[in-house]
């Protein structure tokens, strides 16, 4: 083995100046006295990106030489956010670069807010897909994320007139440090064309077909903290592979000449801003292929220069299914093996399902993925036949077990007999996979009681497993929140809390120390003036830092019920309308926090935000209530908003009609920055209960078990909502937010619309708890022990915990530190 030891990178200040100042001057043609913070952080980063090279070319070539079995994340979407002080902070360099930047009169803050976020993702799901790569990275197992470079990412949400609006996110549009261009990695991809059956073996195919995409990789790195490994995402980016039709260009025709190219750039164009909802359009189809071929070709590529046998290929890889959406990667490793590779259907079965695993989301019926087989059939007609072929010897299979029980057969197949035949991707999904998981315990429970549960029947309990997610302790403690951090170091006695988390546990010892609890205490209050400054910037409304800040931030959807959130606060603003001056002084301060994006066809979501915008600014601009009550939505929400806002909330609402969301992950964050739940019996606030003990949340709301019940008598009956929420009826049906028209179908979806995510239900119990909190947070030696106890007892939602169980138990890797290479 070579000297690994090479990985130690150089601290010298000087060395950094130099590097830095070669790339302003080599890379962007700059002289060092005439530029601006745009110019400071691309030659900075880009610094940085050097030394990270160093390290992913020894972590790579290490993992490869002594053969280890490797990780493959595929998702469609990689929620990433901004990178440069992520490195710097993985290196141990922030502080040197802090002095380089500011030897030249540059704060080192400034410069990493010049930074654009890397947006490849809706929500959750691709931020985890995030913290799970970093996971890896930190923990040093082998693994890559696999994904698509979108040129364009999650859309920007404005707000004009109260409104959604969306805009473009040119996210590349100036140079991007974090990602290395490969274009000898490069894969041609089929679409369409016909089928020529081998007239050797009934089973092989020869797939015909002259419209063929390029993918091209790009990778990412991913700086692991404290250790020298560098994990990777490696992203494709489409392109024709016909690039220049000569005699187009010949006879004149200069823009047809290369028209291939446009039309091929199209496909790793856009990322689909749906969360939750799957449209079934046939461009995300061709995304999804393009990315599935290429993804596998690679991986195939990298295992046959280890000259081992096909069938050792689940021994060299493991392959994650980020839900459904990369699915199309089991028909399409048979596909190779038994036509390109000469396997025959039980060896190359065998090779596949051992290979992957699949983790499901979510359980809502219109995120469900499926394809229209005429769709399918067009588009990847070899596909559509072999996966004909699983769902015919997956029936015989079914049939041995169960004779006779046709209702079951029809139940379980994967082609739904609908009009037209549908293929049913997470039945897919479950059949080429050896393991299948939900992302926390409820979750997992649930979806063996209903999607997957005559498969569990079918095959056996214990290929249905529960894995609870998990964040960053990186990006979601040590970046976002540095002076609680430090107060962690401190108690901890080093860093070692960043890649353990623990050792939070210490913090318990803490909490009868009143010295302690007013320093953390200053690091919250400091964290929410910091929150308030980027309001005043974001939206030019004043908060105040001492009021308590009662924040809601995600995706806008109705399962997670913004609309009751809001309906709260149009109800405290009526309360507080009847109350006198010198009553209303009495209570709380409170400021009431939104942001989240609505996807860009979704009616009703769109609506509330202009409800929410709308009833923000009538309270707002209400002089009788000034600081009592303020209501701000704050635009564009997205990873690095999420790191100013989450830091500084006191209370988190996670509100979901119970059994809906599947896990959520930015109640581990909130909760790990010392912020409190306010949230239903649903997802991973049941575990968070758990650990940190349930005087440190509060729940309120129905129960999971019975919301059917609840469904099935709302179908048939009235609601019957308590007078707080009539009273926010009323208050919207005289006009005192605007024209009551506006807001009317929201009011409908509950009164008239069977009130399917149960707000006239949970209502009054959401209001008790608001009023428990209150109380709560007046008595502040209790709030502050709360908070610190919480996060003492947060250990289980590192992420690091997650990966570690995938690794032992789905996918059987071991970390492989580069530096203990002997
Ligand atoms: C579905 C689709 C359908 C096709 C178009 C693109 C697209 C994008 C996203 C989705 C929804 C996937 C489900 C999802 O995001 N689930 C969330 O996953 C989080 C991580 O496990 C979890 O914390 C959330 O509770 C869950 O809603």
């Given amino acids: 083995f070579r000297d690994y030891s090479h990985s130690e990178i150089s601290r010298d200040v000087a060395t950094i100046k130099n590097s830095v100042v070669m790339h302003l001057t080599a890379t962007f043609l700059r002289t060092p006295a005439n530029i601006d913070s745009g110019q400071a952080y691309l030659a900075s980063a880009f610094s940085v990106r050097d030394r990270l090279l160093q390290r992913w070319n020894l972590t790579n070539e290490y993992h490869d030489k002594i053969g280890a079995k490797r990780v493959y994340y595929m998702s469609l979407e990689f929620l990433i956010g901004r990178t440069f002080d992520n490195a710097l902070l993985a290196l141990g360099l922030r502080e040197e670069y802090s002095k380089v930047l500011g030897d030249v009169g ?88 016909h089928l020529v059956r081998d007239p050797q073996s009934e089973h092989r195919f020869k797939w015909e077909s002259n419209v063929v995409y390029d993918a091209m990789a790009f990778d990412v790195p991913v700086p692991g903290y404290g250790t020298t490994n560098v994990g990777n995402i490696r992203l494709w980016s489409c392109k024709t592979n016909t690039l220049f039709d000569l005699n187009k260009f010949n006879s004149g025709d200069y823009q047809g000449a290369t028209g291939g190219q446009v039309a091929a750039q199209i496909l790793t164009d856009v990322l689909y801003p749906n969360d939750n909802t799957s449209e079934g359009k046939e461009l995300r189809l061709r995304q999804e292929y393009l990315f599935c071929s290429a993804t596998m070709q690679d991986i195939l590529a990298r295992f046959r220069k280890t000259n081992r046998p096909l069938s050792d290929l689940p021994d060299m890889a493991a392959i994650q299914l980020n839900d459904t959406h990369p699915t199309l990667a089991v028909p399409e490793l048979l596909r190779i093996l038994i036509d390109d590779e000469g396997l025959s259907w039980d060896e190359a079965w065998e090779i596949t399902t051992r290979t992957f695993a699949f983790t499901n989301h979510t359980i809502l ?68 996979s050896h393991k299948v998981n939900g992302v926390a315990a409820i979750h997992s429970d649930i979806i063996k009681q209903t999607i997957f549960k005559d498969f569990v029947r079918i095959q056996g309990e214990a290929k249905f497993i529960n894995k ?116 209303r002084e009495q209570e709380l301060h409170r ?56 830091p500084a909330s006191d209370i988190s609402q996670h509100i979901s009609t119970a059994g809906t969301e599947a896990s959520g992950t930015s109640n581990m964050k909130f909760v790990l920055n010392g912020g409190i739940i306010l949230g239903t019996v649903d997802g991973a606030n049941i575990e968070i209960g758990e650990e940190v003990g349930e005087e440190q949340i509060f729940f309120f709301g129905c129960l999971a078990h019975e919301v059917e019940d609840f469904r099935h008598y709302l179908r048939f009956n009235q609601p019957k909502p308590d007078a707080a929420l009539q009273t926010a009826f009323d208050m919207i049906q005289r006009n005192t937010f605007g024209d009551a028209q506006l807001f009317q179908p929201l009011i409908d979806a509950i009164m008239r619309g069977g009130d399917v995510y149960l707000l006239s239900v949970d209502f009054p119990s959401y209001i008790q708890a608001h009023k428990a909190v209150e109380e709560a947070y007046r008595n502040h030696d209790e709030w502050v022990t709360k908070s610190i106890l919480s996060v003492a007892r947060m250990s289980k939602f590192s992420s690091d915990r997650s990966i570690q169980e995938y690794a032992e138990e789905v996918w059987n890797i071991e970390p492989q530190p580069v530096l203990n290479c002997g």
């Fill in 591 to 646: 400021v009431v926090i939104f942001a989240g994006k609505a996807a860009s066809g979704y009616w009703v979501a769109k609506q509330v935000i202009k409800l929410i915008n709308s009833v923000a600014e009538v309270i707002n601009a209400d002089d009788e209530i000034g600081d009592v009550l303020k209501v701000v939505f704050i635009p564009d929400y997205s990873v690095t908003a999420a790191e100013y806002i989450i």
């Fill in 468 to 583: 609870t997610n998990g964040v960053s302790p990186r990006r979601w403690m040590n970046e976002c929140n540095p002076d609680m951090s430090a107060l962690l170091t401190e108690v901890v006695g080093d860093r070692s809390w960043v890649n353990d988390l623990t050792k939070l546990n210490q913090l318990e010892d803490r909490i009868s120390d009143a010295g302690f609890r007013e320093r953390w205490w200053a690091a919250k209050q400091k964290n929410k003036e910091r929150l308030a400054e980027y309001i005043l910037t974001t939206t030019g409304i004043k908060v105040s830092a001492h009021a308590l800040f009662d924040v809601q931030v995600k995706r806008i959807h109705e399962y997670k019920r913004q609309l009751m959130n809001i309906f709260s606060v149009i109800y405290r603003y009526y309360q507080l309308k009847q109350m006198s001056p010198e009553q």
């Fill in 365 to 432: 019926p219109e995120a469900m993925e499926k394809w229209p087989v005429p769709m399918l059939d067009k588009i990847l007609p070899r596909h559509m036949g072999i996966i004909y072929d699983i769902n015919l010897f997956f029936l015989q299979t079914v049939e041995k077990q169960f004779p006779g029980d046709r209702e079951l057969l029809r139940k379980i197949s994967i082609i739904e007999e609908s009009n037209p035949q549908q293929v049913r991707m997470a039945f897919l999904a479950c059949v080429g």
């Fill in 106 to 193: 540059f704060c080192l803050e400034d410069i990493i807010d010049e930074e654009r976020d890397a947006a490849l993702g809706n929500g959750g799901l691709g931020r985890l897909a995030a913290c799970y790569v970093d996971s890896m990275a930190c923990s040093n197992y082998p693994g890559w994320g696999y994904g698509l470079r979108y040129k364009y990412g999650m859309f920007q949400q404005q707000i004009l007139n109260g409104y959604q609006v969306e805009a473009p996110d040119c996210w590349l549009d100036s140079p991007n440090p974090w990602e290395f261009p490969r274009p000898d990695v490069t894969y041609p991809v089929k679409f369409y064309g």
